[in-house]
């Protein structure tokens, strides 16, 4: 870890970060907003659901129905949207932070002062996890806020599930982050990490989404870190998202570092 | 002060640079010369740390410039010969920024060098004219007061009044005990301010030499412009100087060395004008090369 870097990187890049935390808190408090008047019609919205196909609810992970304010926003926020949101800020600022400086070249002057390879890619990696951390964590006090101002104690709302939800998500993305890390540490072009990290990523969330439709192809899932994220399952208190945290995490703790080694073990044509 | 050992890096394709040895003593300025694509480049690469080599090594003051970085920079500044800096900077916020990554207070003489480079450091790095970018990376090299500084063509972009200014610098430093590396397609650069020089070609290190040497070895061609053509015709038919080729009035002499020669026997004409071209360094290996070969018939 590198002060000096991490405190230049985090000001190039806090504008881009905070647009994201901003945008999904934006979008929670929207649906917390929109909830009471969705919740009056329930019923109607959950016989609806019952009229389609098991596979396509299951695959925008409608499961939950409409029932709880925390069964609505898993499927309204947590199953599709900050998923991609995470996914595409993942990517993007993974390949930023490292194939980007390679590609260009100003990877030589962070490399030309007295820091080691290992402290450079260790900085960026802490620079991606602390965005992540901050879209996170805006993203779980603006839904705390918005049931606060708009849904109070008219409607059920179960807190822990709701923050169980936010840390599953958060370490689905240090998975996510760590595998988009790895590919641009091991790149030279910031097109190529762009697009292999982006096929990833991208194609793990298409797997885990045909293997929920059909359960001929359920094992499509079992290739895909997603599989792992069932908020549904959190806000119907069922599921283990301790054991999914544990290996999320250890999946992106191991991405990070093979990321920081290669890295360091490379050579750069700068 | 650097010591480059049997140097070898081979890139698919065929290029890379082969058994590349040379050492550097402090407080010198050395040259490494070479046609683009030669080599340069990679040596230099290897010397900052950035390649692994596949055998061989590259050492500054005893620490191996691979298994060392991190360590060894502490030593070392540097150019790249394509300067790119971190993007949404002004030229001050990058050198700030450089200056907290090197760990040293280096305001006073930052701001010396950019008093003396002439340039407007608020400039954000994006709206940057080649020239000016290559003035903050000078700045850069040179603050932190490093022992060796390692510059990868160092005056391309910077107008005649700057590459002077520049050569000035260098001699300032030298004279402090710093010790330099200085890559360079172009011989002129070089003359100056260099001891020594390397000259690379095709991956290889094809010879050491003194800069005095280089200079006596470089070719000169002189265009004179005679004011008769009946003069043009017996100084070509004197077979004084070697004549290079013939037009009219106009005669071409090849020069090297023997500079006496050709001014006493041009002085019995009357000269309407003279013209002096430098050979590039392709011609000038060419002929080391012709010479070389000669010697070993």
């Known amino acids: ?270 | 002060m650097l010591v480059v050992d049997g140097l070898t890096k081979l890139f698919p394709g065929g290029r890379g640079i082969t058994d590349v040895s040379f050492t550097v003593d402090q407080g010198e300025v050395f040259g490494f010369l070479g046609p683009n694509g030669a080599g340069k480049s990679t040596t230099i690469r290897h010397i900052m740390g950035f390649m692994k080599p596949d055998r061989g090594s590259a050492s500054i003051k005893g620490l191996d410039t691979w298994k060392q970085q991190g360590v060894v920079q502490k030593l070392v500044g540097y150019l790249p010969g394509e300067i790119a800096f971190i993007e949404g900077m002004t030229g001050k916020e990058f050198l700030d920024f450089l200056a907290r990554m090197q760990r040293v207070d280096s305001l006073a003489r930052r701001g010396e060098l950019i008093d003396r480079l002439q340039f407007d450091v608020t400039t954000p790095i994006r709206k940057m004219s080649k020239g000016m970018k290559q003035k903050v990376g000078i700045v850069a090299a040179f603050m932190h007061n490093p022992e060796l500084i390692i510059l990868d063509e160092p005056t391309s972009g910077l107008d005649p009044l700057m590459q002077q200014l520049f050569i000035e610098l260098v001699l300032e430093e030298k004279a402090r005990g710093t010790t330099f590396l200085m890559s360079s397609h172009s011989f002129p650069e070089i003359e100056r301010t260099c001891d020594r020089a390397a000259i690379i070609k095709d991956g290889r290190l094809v010879a050491t030499n003194n800069i005095h040497e280089l200079q006596s070895m470089q070719r000169k061609l002189v265009i004179i412009v005679f004011e008769h053509q009946e003069d043009a015709e017996a100084f070509v038919l004197g077979g004084h100087v070697p004549i290079e080729s013939r037009d009219g009035r106009r005669v071409t002499v090849a020069v090297q060395g023997n500079y006496n020669g050709l001014i006493h026997e041009a002085a019995k004409y009357k000269v309407r004008s003279l013209d002096i071209a430098a050979q590039n360094l392709e011609d000038v290996f060419m002929q080391y090369y012709d010479r070389k070969e000669a010697a070993a018939q």
């Open chain 1, 1 to 270: 870890m590198n002060f000096p870097l991490f405190k230049q990187m985090m000001k190039i890049h806090v504008k881009g970060m905070s647009n994201y935390a901003f945008g999904s808190a934006f979008y929670i408090l929207l649906m917390f907003w929109l909830y009471p008047g969705i919740a009056d019609n329930t019923g109607a919205l959950n016989e609806l659901l019952q009229s389609m196909p098991e596979g396509i609810v299951n695959a925008f992970n409608f499961q939950g129905g409409f029932g709880s304010m925390e069964a609505f926003i898993s499927g309204e926020y947590y199953g599709l949207i900050l998923p991609l949101l995470l996914s595409i800020f993942s990517i993007m600022l993974s390949t930023g932070l490292m194939a980007r400086l390679v590609d260009q070249g100003s990877m030589s002057y962070l490399l030309s002062t007295p820091t080691t390879r290992r402290q450079v890619a260790a900085t960026q990696a802490s620079v991606l996890s602390a965005g992540l951390l901050l879209i996170i964590l805006v993203t779980t006090g603006a839904g705390l806020l918005g049931y606060v101002w708009f849904i109070g104690d008219r409607f059920e709302f179960n807190g822990m599930r709701y923050i169980e939800m936010n840390v599953v998500a958060w370490m689905l993305f240090i998975a996510a982050s760590g595998i988009t890390f790895l590919v641009s540490s091991v790149m030279n072009d910031e097109k190529k990490a762009l697009g292999i990290s982006g096929f990833i990523i991208i194609g793990m969330f298409a797997l885990d989404m045909l293997g929920k439709i059909s359960s001929s192809v359920e094992w499509l899932r079992y290739g895909s870190i997603f599989s792992l994220y069932r908020q549904s399952d959190i806000a119907a208190g069922s599921g283990d998202p301790l054991f999914a945290s544990l290996v999320l995490l250890a999946i992106g703790l191991a991405c990070f570092t093979a990321g920081i080694i290669a890295f360091s073990k490379r050579d750069l044509p700068l």
